[in-house]
């Protein structure tokens, strides 16, 4: 999947669009490459053009919110040490479902 350019200029409007929409969430807290990630893919109708950072704020939103109903903090807090230190020093998202429906959360490289 390719991806497109995105500016220090869109990320933070991006995430001024996120803090709007979710003021309950410290957005200072995202990963600003992850936001970027995000925003650089292209349209899943239009594949040579990219999403717009509405829509890409919109999916951030979506993916807080199911990390506050299904308790993720509160999971993290029970999870091994190193698990999360990786999560503190890797980029992740979370995309798609398995077999089971559990969400798959991938790595991303830089």
């Not at 650089?40 to 993916?63: C, F, G, M």
């Not at 509160?74 to 995309?95: A, G, P």
Request: glycine letters at 2%; hydrophobic letters at 35%.
């Amino acid at each position: 999947m390719s991806s497109f350019p995105v500016t220090n200029e869109e990320v933070d409007q991006a995430i001024g669009l996120i803090a709007e929409s979710c003021p309950e969430h410290d957005v200072a807290s995202l990963h600003r490459n992850w936001v970027k990630l995000v925003i650089s893919q292209p349209n899943s109708k239009n594949l040579k053009e990219r999403r717009t950072i509405s829509y890409a704020a919109d999916k951030i939103v979506n993916y807080l919110k199911w990390r506050e109903q299904l308790n993720i903090s509160k999971i993290l807090q029970n999870t091994s040490n190193r698990f999360k230190s990786d999560l503190v020093e890797q980029c992740f998202y979370v995309y798609g479902v398995d077999k089971l429906n559990r969400p798959i959360i991938w790595e991303v490289s830089e």
